[in-house]
T-cell receptor, first 115, second 112 residues
Framework: DTAVSQTPKYLVTQMGNDKSIKCEQNLGHDTMYWYKQDSKKFLKIMFSYNNKELIINETVPNRFSPKSPDKAHLNLHINSLELGDSAVYFC??????????????FGEGSRLTVL | QKEVEQDPGPLSVPEGAIVSLNCTYSNSAFQYFMWYRQYSRKGPELLMYTYSSGNKEDGRFTAQVDKSSKYISLFIRDSQPSDSATYLCAMGRPQGAQKLVFGQGTRLTINP
C-alpha cells in the first residue's frame, strides 16, 4: 500500500496549458509538501501545508497554486506552463510541522515536460 | 554561495570498495543532518539522520558531522551494486522538517 502517491507520473504538455498534479498520503501525517527537482537534481521546496494551512510559500511564480482539501491531500495546479517548468515534482509528507526528525516521505514524483 | 554544496559526481567504484560522500554548508544554524538515497525514477528516502555533531552507524553506513568545519560525510563500507543511486545530503534548522535544504546529490555507481 503506497504511503505517498501522486498522479500522474508523467505529463507532457504544450506551453501555455494548465495542468494539475494530485497527491495523497495514508501515513496520518499533518504536514505535506511540494518539492521541485530540476534536471541537475536540485531538490527545492515550493510549498508546505500543515493541517490544510499554508505554512511555507517559497519564491514560486503565482502561476503555481497549491490546494489542500484535507490533511491527507495536497494538489498542485500550474497555469500557463512555461518551458522552465519542466522538472520532476515531488509530493512529500512528515509527521507534524514542528517535527525535528527531518524524515520526509516522498512520492515517486511527477515528471512534467513542457514542449 | 549555495547554503549546501555537494559534488554531483558521477562517482563510479568497484563492488566492495569504501565510498565516501561529502557535503559542506555555510549556515551555522543547521542542527539536523540527513542523507537521503534516491534510486532512478523514484522519490528520495531517508537513509541516515544525525543531530548536531558526531558519528552514527547503521550497518554498512556511517554518517559523520563536523560542525566546526561545516562538513558532513557518509561512508559506505563493502559497497554493493544495490547501493547504486543518487545520495542527497539535507540539513535542517531547529524549526523542523519543513526547513530542509538539500544538496545537489552525488550519483554513485557500484560496478560488479
Amino acid at each position: 500500500d503506497t504511503a505517498v502517491s501522486q498522479t500522474p507520473k508523467y505529463l507532457v504538455t504544450q506551453m501555455g496549458n494548465d495542468k494539475s498534479i494530485k497527491c495523497e498520503q495514508n501515513l496520518g501525517h499533518d504536514t505535506m509538501y511540494w518539492y521541485k527537482q530540476d534536471s541537475k537534481k536540485f531538490l527545492k521546496i515550493m510549498f508546505s501545508y500543515n493541517n490544510k494551512e499554508l505554512i511555507i510559500n517559497e519564491t514560486v511564480p503565482n502561476r503555481f497554486s497549491p490546494k489542500s482539501p484535507d490533511k491527507a491531500h495536497l494538489n498542485l495546479h500550474i497555469n500557463s506552463l512555461e518551458l522552465g517548468d519542466s522538472a520532476v515534482y515531488f509530493c512529500a509528507s512528515s509527521a507534524g510541522a514542528g517535527g525535528n526528525t527531518g524524515e520526509l516521505f516522498f512520492g515517486e514524483g511527477s515528471r512534467l515536460t513542457v514542449l | 554561495q549555495k547554503e549546501v554544496e555537494q559534488d554531483p559526481g558521477p562517482l563510479s567504484v568497484p563492488e566492495g570498495a569504501i565510498v565516501s560522500l561529502n557535503c559542506t554548508y555555510s549556515n551555522s544554524a543547521f542542527q539536523y543532518f540527513m542523507w537521503y538515497r534516491q534510486y532512478s525514477r523514484k522519490g528520495p528516502e531517508l537513509l541516515m539522520y544525525t543531530y548536531s555533531s558526531g558519528n552514527k552507524e547503521d550497518g554498512r553506513f556511517t554518517a559523520q558531522v563536523d560542525k566546526s568545519s561545516k562538513y558532513i560525510s557518509l561512508f559506505i563500507r563493502d559497497s554493493q551494486p544495490s547501493d547504486s543511486a543518487t545520495y542527497l545530503c539535507a540539513m535542517g534548522r531547529p524549526q523542523g522538517a519543513q526547513k530542509l535544504v538539500f544538496g545537489q546529490g552525488t550519483r554513485l555507481t557500484i560496478n560488479p
